[in-house]
């Protein structure tokens, strides 16, 4: 029998077995190895570990896509020259995500423009490549569903599908007031997942304004409370990124005022 035929019985059987990068690339490995005359070991160890790299790179992308994160930015395209009031030594242990082991919290602070949702989806992208099952979504698409789900009787079974990523991530607290029964029931969630699973919020208001956010003191004190117990707090300060991209383009010169009212209020229109 030749060769050949022997090799293709051999990928037929890798395929069955579900190896398909090794089946795939079997042909060639076994080319190099001898002409490099590899050691058996070292050709079965390349073979397997190139296999791990391929199941690894599945998985990372099966997680990315369950998250639903609104775009894949990088922890690596974040420019932290631009935004020196944030540490990158603090990113950096965050992407390890330890934090995510530990059950802790995230909260990024900052006015609308210095980078919190692309950090949260940085962070976010670290999560799912590190295994960890991930979940994007904004605050007020969360509380709607929160909401939806308590009118529809089945505000327990929605629970329970929001406890289950080990890293939650709610962006943009703070855009939108939140009626009573969405604090309420948001309260709950973050009970729920209270020491069970991490949850990252970006929020353009300070912690002294969630008060007014949830419009009752009471409830955003309780949800700090937790939110806060084993967290880390990034207070992102300084320009809006999106302005800074505008005034080099030269459609903003330096008199114009990019910090009043207009320009931090939600999703301004100019925002791209
Ligand atoms: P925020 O959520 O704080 O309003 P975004 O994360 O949406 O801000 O950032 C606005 C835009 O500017 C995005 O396209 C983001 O990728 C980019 N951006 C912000 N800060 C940086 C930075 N330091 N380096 C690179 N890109 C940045
Ligand atoms: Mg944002």
């Known amino acids: 029998m030749s060769a050949g035929v022997q090799i293709e019985r051999v990928q037929e059987q890798m395929r ?5 990068r090794t089946a795939e690339e079997l042909p060639l490995l076994l080319q190099q190895a001898s002409k490099d005359e590899q050691a058996y070991s070292d050709f079965l160890e390349e073979l397997v570990s190139r296999e791990l790299a391929a199941k690894h790179d599945r998985l990372t992308t099966m997680k990315t896509t369950m998250a639903r994160f609104p775009f894949h930015k990088t922890l690596e395209s974040f420019d932290f020259k631009f935004q020196p009031s944030l540490e990158p030594k603090v990113i950096k242990e965050l992407a390890t995500g330890r934090f995510i082991a530990d059950a802790d919290n ?3 602070l900052g006015p609308p423009g210095v980078g919190k949702t692309h950090l949260a989806v940085g962070l976010g992208l ?3 490549a590190s295994g960890y099952r991930t979940t994007f979504t904004t605050a007020s698409g969360l509380i709607a569903s929160l909401v939806k789900a308590h009118q529809e009787n089945r505000l327990e079974e929605k629970l ?7 890293l939650l991530i709610i962006d943009e607290i703070g855009y939108l007031p939140i009626e009573r029964l969405g604090a309420n029931l948001f309260f709950q969630l973050v009970s729920r997942r209270y020491e069970r699973g991490s949850i990252l919020i970006t929020s353009n208001q300070s912690l002294a304004g969630w008060g007014a956010v949830f419009g009752d003191q009471v409830i955003a004190t309780a949800i700090l409370d937790r939110l806060l117990h084993h967290s880390t707090i990034l207070n992102i300060k ?5 302005l ?3 005034r080099k383009a030269g459609l903003l010169t330096r008199s114009e005022p990019y910090t009043t009212a207009g320009v931090e209020s939600p999703a301004p229109a100019t925002e791209a």
């Open 126 to 128: 670290k999560a799912c």
């Open 238 to 242: 300084g320009e809006s990124y999106r």
């Open 244 to 246: 800074k991209e505008k």
């Open 160 to 166: 329970k599908l929001l406890v289950q990523p080990k």
């Open 106 to 108: 995230v909260l990024l």
């Open 16 to 20: 069955r077995l579900k190896l398909m």
